[in-house]
């Protein structure tokens, strides 16, 4: 009862209170980048959340059966690198065979995360925190996912006020880029209320 | 202690990185999608200019839509009749295609200097701004004002402008690609065939003394044309003589007996641009 406890309140921290993208500012170019429409926002929050599941899962395999037994855990950036990429690269294709509709709507973010740092960054954040406890193989696994769904949570907020601001009367000098900037900051400001929560 | 993490290093990552790369490669074989060889053909007799005036963005996703969506053949305008028949041989359609090949852009005002002004435009030098402003500078609500928004919207070097300050299609150059013809605010840019050689260089639909008040050279709906024709190519319309150019013999009589001189065949304006006033 109080592991299922402990992996609900990583569950909410990692989503919420420390989020990846307003709170560690990792995976801040998709943020922007991604962020003009709520479709492709959704598209590739989608894509996130899944490659950061299946990520969890592996990284934690190689880290406990590869190189833990070897003693060269100094090699784990590369390895996850090497795993991360390999990865997205057989989903892809997996997904273009059996599925192509679901190609056709992440088909084209899928490539853009392979080398994000967000998704390494959960790889690397299980690693320090998560290993070697116990039941760790789940905890990964719900950071891993809750991770991806508190950068689609952000960069959907983000979409649907950039949306807006679309319309808004907003000095010349500031349309586009540096409004999102001053916006993503104001978002930033605002999940940084949550973190006395847990 | 020291040399064997070198080796299990080596050894880890390598094995990791030989497995990976193996792995994909069969991946790529069991999971390989056959792409349909009909839209590579089709894309392969598309002029690739990815214009957007078939209404897809770009010539690949055309060719999608033809092979895999029945879409049909003929949108491609850059491709003309040459493409059209390619991509029916390439579909099994059978087509039946215009004689005088592919569609040029022609613009229909000779008006220039010749028209008079009501007042003076200092606004931004745009056609579409320029007729928000009681319809533009001229007179004459259906010429040409000059601001060149179709010789800023060609993306081929298809539109010269000539020493009449007029902007002129170079037809070898067009693609028939609608961009200037979007452009203009007037609607004096139409398509025609590439063969078609007489023109009435006219758009004003106003009455015939209108006409003559606003501008030295239009079209005052006087008939005579009309008369002339000796194969009824030729009808009025909206007070506008307009020449069906699948009847069209080229005789040249209706530019003989034009009083204003706004029917001109090609030959001419390409020597004497706008100038026998």
Redesign the interface.
């Known amino acids: 009862m109080a592991e299922l406890g402990s992996i609900l309140k990583i569950f909410i921290a990692v989503v919420i209170v420390n989020n990846f993208v307003l709170f560690r500012f990792l995976g801040l170019c998709p943020y922007i980048g991604v962020s003009r429409n709520s479709e492709a926002a959704i598209g590739m929050g989608m894509a996130v959340i899944f490659v950061m599941a299946m990520t969890s899962a592996v990284t934690w395999m190689i880290y406990n059966y590869l190189l833990v037994p070897f003693h060269i855990e100094y090699l784990n950036i590369i390895a996850f690198i090497l795993a991360i990429a390999a990865l997205v690269q057989l989903v892809e294709m997996i997904m273009q065979k059996t599925s192509p509709a679901l190609y056709e709507s992440l088909g084209i973010y899928l490539p853009l995360i392979t080398t994000n740092c967000a998704v390494l960054g959960v790889a690397i954040l299980n690693k320090d925190t998560l290993f070697g406890h116990s039941l760790s193989f789940i905890k990964c696994l719900v950071q891993g996912t809750g991770a991806g769904l508190g950068f689609a949570l952000a960069l959907f907020l983000m979409a649907t006020i950039r949306e807006r601001l679309e319309l808004a009367d907003i000095p010349e000098s500031l349309k586009g880029i540096p409004i999102a900037f001053i916006t993503a900051a104001l978002l930033a400001l605002a999940f940084l209320g949550f973190s006395g929560m847990l | 202690m020291f040399s064997s ?1 070198i080796f ?2 080596i050894f ?2 390598g094995a ?2 030989l497995i ?2 193996i ?2 490669a069969i ?2 074989y ?4 056959k792409s349909d060889p009909k839209v590579n053909a089709v894309f392969s007799v598309l002029p690739d200019l990815n214009c957007g005036s078939c209404g897809y963005p770009g010539c690949k996703k055309y060719a999608e839509a033809v092979a895999k969506n029945g879409e049909k053949v003929n949108l491609c305008m850059p491709g003309g009749s040459d493409a059209v028949a390619k991509i029916a041989e390439i579909m099994g359609i059978e087509i039946n295609i215009a004689p005088g090949g592919k569609n040029v852009a022609f613009i229909f005002c000779c008006g220039g200097t010749s028209s008079k002004k009501v007042m003076n435009y200092q606004g931004i030098p745009d056609c579409n701004a320029a007729a928000l402003v009681s319809n533009g500078p001229l007179q004459c609500d259906y010429g040409c004002m000059m601001y060149y928004s179709c010789y800023k919207a060609c993306k081929f070097n298809a539109i010269k402008i000539n020493s009449d300050g007029l902007p002129e299609v170079i037809p070898d150059n067009c693609t028939a690609c609608m961009a200037c013809v979007k452009s203009c605010p007037k609607n004096i840019i139409k398509l025609i065939p590439h063969s078609a050689s007489v023109f009435v260089l006219c758009n004003s639909k106003d009455r015939g003394k209108d006409v003559m008040d606003a501008c030295t050279r239009g079209c005052i709906s006087c008939m005579r044309c009309v008369k002339a024709c000796p194969v009824n190519a030729i009808h009025m319309d909206e007070g506008l003589a307009i020449i069906d150019q699948n009847k069209c013999q080229q005789c040249l009589k209706c530019v003989e007996v034009c009083p204003v001189k706004v029917i001109r065949t090609t030959k001419k304006i390409e020597v004497d641009v706008c100038q026998q006033n």
Request: net charge negative; charged share 5%.
């Open positions: 993490v299990w290093s880890i990552l990791l990185g990976f790369g792995s994909l991946a790529s069991i999971f390989e999608v």
